[in-house]
């Protein structure tokens, strides 16, 4: 893969063109406004900290470099100019590589449209052809949303890490889930 290679375009549930691509060292801004809503919105994923141009641009930097060196396969959706959903798999090292690990957002204006499930697809049908072998996740065990769309892919629940993140109502637990290729 390389950066900044178009995928392809989505007809979004709204109607909406999304561009689906690969992220490149120009999307700083976006990427950052993306997660930071994320953030600001206390979504339910691990990060709870803002991001800065100074670590976005270093967290890109490696997301581009490691696309390059085929253990990053990376999503970004778009509409408009504005980035409106990451996805990813991270691969592993050593007896691992052949194990990715997924994660991914989409920006809350832009949910229940298809555009996550689409992400998911390409990611599974790119990580297929790049030699995976398993896809690992962890989500937490409050989102019935993403539960939902990993078991329409086939995921199944393989454990429980407890009290795995805080939140305003305490300690909640996350469910690992595994899809063999
Ligand atoms: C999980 C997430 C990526 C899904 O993206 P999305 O673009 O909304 O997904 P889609 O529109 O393709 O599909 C959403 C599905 O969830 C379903 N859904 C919505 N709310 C739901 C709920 N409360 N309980 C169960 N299912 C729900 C929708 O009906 C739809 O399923 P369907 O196609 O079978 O009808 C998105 O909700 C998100 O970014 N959440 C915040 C960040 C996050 O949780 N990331 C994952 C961390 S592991």
């Known amino acids: 893969m390389q950066p900044k290679q178009l995928i392809e375009t989505y007809k979004a549930k709204d109607g909406r063109n999304i561009e689906i691509r690969t992220p490149d060292c120009e999307d700083v801004e976006g990427l950052m406004n993306y997660i930071n809503g994320l953030v600001d919105e206390g979504a339910p994923i691990s990060t709870n900290e803002k991001q800065n141009h100074i670590s976005e641009i270093q967290y890109l930097a490696d997301e581009v470099q490691k696309i390059l060196e085929g253990k990053l396969i990376a999503l970004v959706a778009i509409s408009g100019q504005k980035i409106v959903a990451h996805a990813e798999i991270r691969r592993g090292s050593g007896r691992a590589s052949h194990v990715g690990t997924l994660g991914i957002g989409v920006a809350k204006e832009y949910r229940d449209l298809g ?41 199944v629940e393989t454990g429980v890490i407890p009290k795995m993140g805080l939140f305003a109502n305490g300690y909640e637990d996350a469910l690992i889930m595994c899809l063999e290729l």
């Open 115 to 155: 555009i996550g499930q689409e992400l998911i697809r390409l990611l599974i049908k790119l990580a297929n052809s790049q030699g995976y072998r398993l896809i690992k996740l962890e989500v937490y065990a409050h989102n019935a949303p993403a539960i939902h769309v990993y078991r329409k892919f086939g995921f």
